[in-house]
């Protein structure tokens, strides 16, 4: 079935600085999902795109689904120790069903 | 207004046994996902119940069987454990195919 695979696997970051984080498919989604998991914790849903080339914002963190409904991205500005965690994107069928990603792993140093 | 609950939080069996887990919907949501999530992975599809029924399914063997009650609670068996099913399980609930809300998890650890 269809995977999404996202890189990089782990992120070391020092506080203050951006990055990026990237969700890739060899076909097209229907939609995207990111959750961040904090250390001990569970999924938390953070947003949901649909649409082809969308992009939404919530405070620091930009996300974009790709013209080609392929790729999607999540971008930090200014990271703080607060964004520590694991995340992730899923892509859902038309059942609501979810395929996660391995995840990004970011640590954030002072 | 309770999110999702799971039980237990925590469970140690050994190889062989018998294991049931259990999953608590938040108010409102009829339908329920189950995942295992290996440690250092991402959640992996289980299934998914709706109207007491199993919609759908991922790569799982039939170890795992689940139920749906009409009150939208689930459970999650899975039966001759062995060392690879050691993971959180994680239960998500959802109203229809709207933003899934994730419980705590139980961490099963299996000797």
């Known amino acids: 079935g269809q995977q999404v695979m996202q890189i990089p696997q782990y992120q070391h970051v020092q506080e203050g600085e951006d990055f990026t984080t990237y969700c890739n498919s060899s076909t097209t989604l229907s939609n995207i999902q990111w959750y961040k998991q904090r250390p001990g914790g569970h999924p938390v849903f953070l947003i949901q795109l649909v649409k082809s080339g969308e992009v939404k914002k919530q405070k620091r963190l930009t996300f974009q689904f790709g013209e080609a409904k392929k790729n999607s991205s999540l971008h930090i500005t200014a990271t703080q120790t607060t964004d520590v965690g694991t995340y992730f994107c899923?892509?859902?069928?038309?059942?609501?069903?979810?395929?996660f990603g391995a995840g990004t792993q970011v640590v954030v140093t002072p | 207004d309770a999110g999702v609950t799971q039980s237990p939080t925590h469970l140690i069996k050994t190889r062989g046994q018998q294991v049931t887990l259990r999953c608590s919907p938040k108010s409102g949501h009829d339908t329920v996902s189950w995942y295992q999530q290996a440690l250092g992975q991402g959640p992996q599809f289980i299934f998914q119940?709706?109207?007491?029924?199993?919609?759908q399914r991922g790569n799982f063997p039939d170890r795992f069987s689940g139920h749906q009650f009409p009150n939208y609670s689930s459970e999650l068996n899975v039966n001759a454990l062995w060392l690879g099913d050691s993971a959180l399980y994680l239960c998500a609930s959802s109203l229809g195919k709207a933003r899934q809300f994730f419980g705590p998890g139980t961490r099963l650890t299996v000797l």
């Open positions: 119940y709706y109207e007491e029924e199993e919609r």
């Open positions: 899923a892509q859902g069928d038309s059942w609501g069903k979810f395929q």
